[in-house]
């Protein structure tokens, strides 16, 4: 969407580097994070900041914050589906598949008839004490061409910028894992950052590590936890809802969510996330 080419030069160079590195196991410490995709390897970059580091096991359960977007009298895009359903259906499953680990307390931010803002989302989140939000959507675009999995962490230069970059970085691989293409440059894995100017929007590729002071989504901006939005398919596009918005596709990206949400903890909880991963 966006040309950054003489960054992109440099990023494409600085991730084949981390790419060999990965394939030497170097991976972790390099704050790369890699996913075995058909044989091959995918190297996302991120950031390696070791603050990254999940909350002590003690803490389990931990409160997870579902966001199904939209809701109430806001359907969300409307083409071949409405967006509102995916977010509502995928947010089920994954509060059900939660709520049946015991490491985990899910909680959703609406009920479904309501249509809170997303100061109000990010409020409910926080109220419960939620260690982790995944605010759920669909895509929409004029060319029914575009598709891919795309989602939005908090940008940088924010407090939980590292945190809510890694969460994305695990949602991303384990969405490729499960076959789903990202859209955009490969080393951004489709992690991206939006900016609102006005009512405009300046989306940039994670790869971006520019820190402006602008306003992102107000639900990744209020949440007082890693919070990333994920655009899960394009409603614009029949064999991205056939894949990934169908009842099997909202299945297929909530047992992704699941095992990053998983591995998110399971970094400093190796021995208490043993027996059920
Ligand atoms: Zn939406």
Redesign the pocket.
Known sequence: MNKYKAKKIITIVFSAVLFICAGFGAAADSGLYTAELFGGMIACRTNPDISVAAPAAENAPYVIAIDP??GGMDT??QRLMD?VDI?DKTAGYLYRMLENDENFTPMLTRDTDSFPSPKERAAAANSRGASLLISI???SDSHSSSSGFECYALPPGRQLHSRSLKLAGLISSHMQQAGRKIRGEAEACGIKYAYYFGSDKKIVPSTDSKIRSRKTFGVLENALCPAVLV?QCFITNSADIAAWGSDEGCRKATRAYYRAIKEYFMANNQKFFQKKY
């Open positions: 977007g939209h969300g895009a967006e977010c959507h669909a895509n655009e």
